[in-house]
């Protein structure tokens, strides 16, 4: 079954590529998307370590002059997805969405780098000066006031869309009565108990119509703008991300950009503590406009592993919740806590496990000691793909799967730890 299971995975791949770009899947998202192409690049690298570049190298095609690089890449106008370049007006070319979403690319170049040779890293250093510019556009115009509290202007920056995180946020937009029709194209592909309500559209399209009245003025979304929210995932990501930054930064001999990623790090490992909820001992979205805390774990709260963050007392508290939580579920990691009663196994991001998301959880608990978590974490995402095969996401409870199938980050991360897992016996 494994040996079948990776050339489908193999396959997923080269079906989903569109010509150095891959799509996450056909027609529900047909466009290129920023961490969807960063771990294709992951998954591209166990046969084809040319295209895992190239996969990259797209990517930072759409990069604005101000380092941004956005959530989703126009390579044409597909009416199979919406909103499209037309609802978003970037004024780019090629057209774009016009914020980002979590910043994984630096952590998978220092794989690359890791595990290739001199190609690998002529590559690194050829990126390594944009990768720098993103982050510096996240660390200023995310994170606005300087404290190491780097914040969301869009559910969809996050990557996690409907999360209950974000209602807190979302609950404040008033919806106005000029926002215009529109039809949305997800449903039709999707069963829309799998997806998120239209309330909730509504309100991410209210975001957009601020973001383009103000020509998509960075500073004055983050000050002004309908929602403005703390996201332990990015803070997170990026922390690992400017880690592993420095680490290439330092391998590959650069010495650009050093003592500015150095403040970074120092930085934004002080402003973690702004995401602990002590009331339920978890780290939390947080609402900046009111101060209010989300209310539940997530798996992204894992991610304090992955990000080196927080403090061993914090840290033994995320083992307590992760085996309570997995307690409540045949297969972790959830991506909202089932003891919350705004858990929903099947929707979106309101309760299903995420393979990418259990991929960087598992990595953080190993290189923190917690084998045995991670190797349930691990051993039970295996199980859903060989169970339901490569979808979107998965019941934590059922372990059916749901949302896009043939999905390209599920394939990759099948593929990575299939690799690892050979050499490992080879060794």
């Not at 929707?347 to 259990?358: D, K, L, S, T």
Request: proline share 6%.
């Amino acid at each position: 079954m494994h040996s079948d299971l990776r050339k489908r995975a193999t396959q997923i791949l080269v079906d989903n590529d569109r010509g150095g770009y891959t799509v996450p899947t056909p027609r529900l998202y047909p466009y290129q998307w920023n961490w969807d192409s960063a771990f294709a690049a992951l998954g591209f690298s166990v046969f084809d370590r040319q295209r895992a570049w190239l996969e990259l190298e797209t990517l930072f095609e759409g990069q604005w002059a101000d380092g941004m690089v956005p959530h989703i890449i126009f390579r044409r106008d597909d009416p199979d997805y919406f909103p499209g370049p037309a609802i978003w007006q970037s004024g780019t070319n090629p057209p774009s969405s016009c914020h980002s979403q979590p910043p994984v690319v630096a952590s998978i170049i220092r794989h690359l780098v890791d595990t290739g040779g001199p190609a690998d890293r002529e590559k690194a250093a050829a990126l390594f000066p944009k990768v720098l510019a993103w982050h510096n556009w996240f660390h200023t115009m995310r994170d606005p006031d300087g404290n190491g509290t780097v914040a969301i202007i869009h559910p969809w920056e996050s990557g996690r869309d409907n999360c209950p995180d974000w209602d807190i946020g979302l609950e404040r937009i008033d919806v106005p009565e000029d926002l215009g029709r529109y039809e949305r194209r997800d449903t039709e592909r999707v069963d829309a108990d799998e997806r998120p309500t239209s309330l909730e559209y509504d309100r991410y399209l209210t975001i957009l119509k601020f973001g383009r009245e103000c020509r998509w003025d960075q500073r004055e979304i983050a000050r002004n703008g309908p929602f403005f929210m703390a996201d332990p995932g990015i803070q997170f990501i990026l922390l690992r991300a400017d880690r592993d930054l420095l680490y290439l930064a330092t391998e590959l001999a650069l010495e650009d950009g050093l003592e500015q990623i150095d403040r970074w790090i120092a930085r934004s490992v002080d402003g973690c503590g702004n995401y602990w909820n002590d009331r339920i001992g978890c780290f939390c979205a947080r609402d900046l406009r009111s101060g209010r805390f989300s209310d539940a774990m997530t798996s992204i709260s894992m991610l304090a592993f992955y990000a080196g963050a927080g403090t061993p007392g914090q840290r033994a508290r995320l083992v307590e919740h992760a085996h309570a939580i997995l307690d409540r579920c045949r297969y972790g990691f959830p991506s909202w806590d089932p003891r919350n009663g705004k858990f929903e196994s099947k929707r979106y991001w309101r309760g299903p496990v995420w393979a990418m998301v259990n991929y960087m959880i598992v990595q953080g608990l190993t290189e923190c000691g917690e084998t045995a978590l991670a190797d349930r974490i691990k051993a039970d995402t295996l199980k859903l793909i060989e169970k339901s095969g490569f979808r979107e996401y998965f019941d934590p409870i059922t372990g059916e799967g749901h949302g896009g199938r043939n999905f390209t980050w599920t394939a990759a991360i099948y593929l990575m730890w299939s690799a690892t897992e050979q050499t490992s016996q080879a060794a």
